[in-house]
Nanobody
Framework: QLQASGGGLVQAGGSLRLSCAASGFNLDDYSIAWFRQAPGKEREGVICTWTNGNSINYADSVKGRFTISRDNAKNTAYLQMNSLRPEDTAVYYC????????????????RGKGTQVTVSS
């Protein structure tokens, strides 16, 4: 099971850190990705980290602003979001896949419920 948390309302330019807590399995062997779905838009891949800690951005708009990390000891992943923009407003989801990253939500093995992020202008 995956549980995302940490969403909320923030002003443009602000920061939020989302958490993704895993239970029932160890994150060590899984790549972890964050996805988001804005109102009226399709869900999109944002960023993913492999088991070795390397990461890849799927959304060009978040490069240099969003960072993904993992704490295997806590069985938790994080999404640090800085310099937030109104267009970052979306429901954010975390998901995991064995070993390799993917930008396709349906390719993920475990998918958690989302957390709402709202950025006001």
């Amino acid at each position: 099971q995956l549980q995302a948390s940490g969403g909320g309302l923030v002003q443009a330019g602000g920061s939020l850190r989302l958490s993704c807590a895993a239970s029932g399995f160890n994150l060590d062997d899984y790549s972890i990705a964050w996805f988001r779905q804005a109102p009226g838009k399709e869900r999109e891949g944002v960023i993913c980290t492999w088991t070795n800690g390397n990461s890849i951005n799927y959304a060009d708009s978040v490069k240099g602003r969003f960072t993904i990390s993992r704490d295997n000891a806590k069985n938790t992943a994080y999404l640090q979001m800085n310099s937030l923009r109104p267009e970052d407003t979306a429901v954010y989801y975390c998901a995991v896949r064995k070993y390799t990253c993917s930008s396709y939500y349906n390719a993920m093995k475990y998918r958690g419920k989302g957390t709402q992020v709202t950025v006001s202008s």
